[in-house]
Nanobody
Framework: QVQLVESGGGLVQPGGSLRLSCAAS????????MGWYRQAPGKQRELVAT???????DYGDSVKGRFTISRDNVKNTVYLQMNNLKSEDTADYYC????????WGQGTQVTVSS
């Protein structure tokens, strides 16, 4: 019943920016944790960023200082502002939420290329 729908992915040049959104539906109340993971072809899924309901954040080392996670608890939506994008950021980005059951979105593709 719970659905997470990502949007905002696309093609961007190195050094550019994108903002991803993940809207949750089918649930009352708020998730304990919402965040983003990514997976590039041939690589393991890795943490991008997460945020608790209370605003505590966690970032993957490769994105610290460049990406910012934010959350609107009223809308049950989580965002990922990605700045200074690099080619190694190219991946499928997945929204994750826990209530504490875990749910995943379908993913949105981000391609960083000139």
């Amino acid at each position: 019943q719970v659905q997470l729908v990502e949007s905002g992915g696309g093609l961007v040049q190195p050094g550019g920016s994108l903002r991803l959104s993940c809207a949750a539906s089918g649930i009352l109340g708020r998730f304990y944790v919402m965040g983003w993971y990514r997976q590039a072809p041939g690589k393991q899924r890795e943490l991008v960023a997460t945020m608790t309901r209370g605003g505590i954040t966690d970032y993957g080392d490769s994105v610290k200082g460049r990406f910012t996670i934010s959350r609107d608890n009223v809308k049950n939506t989580v965002y990922l502002q990605m700045n200074n994008l690099k080619s190694e950021d190219t991946a499928d980005y997945y929204c994750d939420a826990r209530d504490p059951s875990e749910y995943w979105g379908q993913g949105t593709q981000v391609t960083v290329s000139s």
